[in-house]
């Protein structure tokens, strides 16, 4: 059994800054590619950003030069760095990832619960 549990969320003014950390715990042989992606009250669940376990990155205009993901491999853990927060970053946040349990197995896709996020003054 894999979870994947998100913290950080949280109330905070326009231009502050909050760090959402993503935890991946139970059978996990290997962590591939995670994400975060968000889903704002009324809208589609969106991209947000993307690390390889390489250390390769990939974000969302909306967010680039913002936000900055990292994992920390040895912790089995997924960073969300989030500054200059605008009310329009308000949303949802989940954590996303591929993970294989077993050697020579596919990644399966797994989801966190989320954490909530709001911006405003």
């Known amino acids: 059994q894999v979870q994947l549990v998100e913290s950080g969320g949280g109330l905070v003014q326009p231009g502050g800054s909050l760090r959402l950390s993503c935890a991946a715990s139970?059978?996990?042989?290997?962590?591939?590619?995670m994400l975060w992606y968000r889903q704002a009250p009324g809208k589609e669940r969106e991209f947000v950003a993307h690390i390889s376990n390489g250390g390769s990155t990939n974000y969302a205009d909306s967010v680039k030069g913002r936000f900055t993901i990292s994992r920390d491999n040895g912790k089995k853990t997924l960073y969300l760095q989030m500054n200059s927060l605008k009310p329009d970053d308000t949303a949802v946040y989940y954590c996303?990832?591929?993970?294989?349990?077993?050697?020579?197995?596919?990644?399966?896709?797994?989801w966190g619960q989320g954490t909530q996020v709001t911006v405003s003054s």
């Open positions: 996303n990832a591929f993970i294989s349990t077993m050697p020579a197995q596919a990644a399966r896709q797994y």
């Open positions: 139970g059978s996990i042989f290997s962590i591939r590619t």
